[in-house]
């Protein structure tokens, strides 16, 4: 049975208020409503280590299949802690998808990116894949991100995604779900609540969303 799912970036819990306020709105946690995709065993590709992050970090190896991509449009701002927020932030997006593909909700990769609600999330967020037996397949884009670090110490993340390219494959049949209509929803805002840990490493503790915010919309 493979079901349409609202695609939604990695785990995503009401818990967090939106911490850029200028940047949000109605909040609304991401789950099974939101659109995901599935997959095929294709070739994996190995993602590149964060160049901004903590690297004495032993982070794990992220491995994904050669037909999902990411388009990261966001721009490095100079300042080392934003830019490792960035970083990794990309690297737990990543990696949240890598334990679709590999249909491991407990997966190390996402665990060592996020803890709490985050984790918590991305855990049911993978489970729910697990249960279809889909993965993601595409192009996943992400954008207009705004970066506030505190102290050093947290940070809070708002970006956008652009879901219009990324589909559900089954992993049983290999078939990609088709497209449906564009549509304002295929945008989503993201807020993310961070903290740096004792190895340098950006956490992600707490995202929430806001599908078809007028901030994300082209």
């Known amino acids: ?6 695609l939604a970036t990695a785990a995503l819990t009401a818990s967090a208020a939106l911490l850029l306020t200028s ?3 109605d909040e609304k946690s991401s789950g099974s409503d939101d659109k995901i995709a ?6 994996e590709k190995k993602s590149p280590p964060p160049s901004e992050s903590a690297q004495g970090a032993d982070r794990p190896e992220i491995k994904l299949p050669s037909d999902l991509t990411y388009k990261f449009e966001w721009a490095k701002t100079g300042d080392k802690d934003k830019d490792a927020v960035l970083a990794d932030t990309e690297q737990y997006l990543k990696a949240v998808d890598m334990a679709i593909a590999e249909q491991k ?3 190390k990769a996402y665990r060592f990116y996020s803890e709490g609600d985050a984790a918590a999330g991305s855990q049911r967020f993978v489970e729910e894949y697990v249960e279809y037996k ?3 397949t595409g192009v996943k884009r992400y954008y207009n991100a705004r970066v506030d670090v505190t102290g050093g110490k947290t940070a809070g993340l708002v970006y956008c995604e652009d879901q219009r390219k990324a589909h ?3 992993l049983k049949t290999g078939k990609t779900a088709e497209a449906a209509a564009p549509s304002k929803d295929d945008y989503v805002l993201y807020s993310s609540r961070l903290r740096v840990n004792e190895q340098g490493v950006w956490i992600t503790e707490t995202t929430t969303s806001d599908r078809g ?3 994300c919309q082209p």
């Open 1 to 6: 049975m493979n079901r349409p799912l609202r």
């Open 23 to 25: 940047c949000g709105s």
């Open 38 to 43: 599935g997959a095929g065993q294709g070739e």
């Open 105 to 107: 909700p407990l997966h």
């Open 134 to 136: 889909d993965r993601i």
């Open 168 to 170: 559900n494959k089954s």
């Open 213 to 215: 915010n007028a901030t």
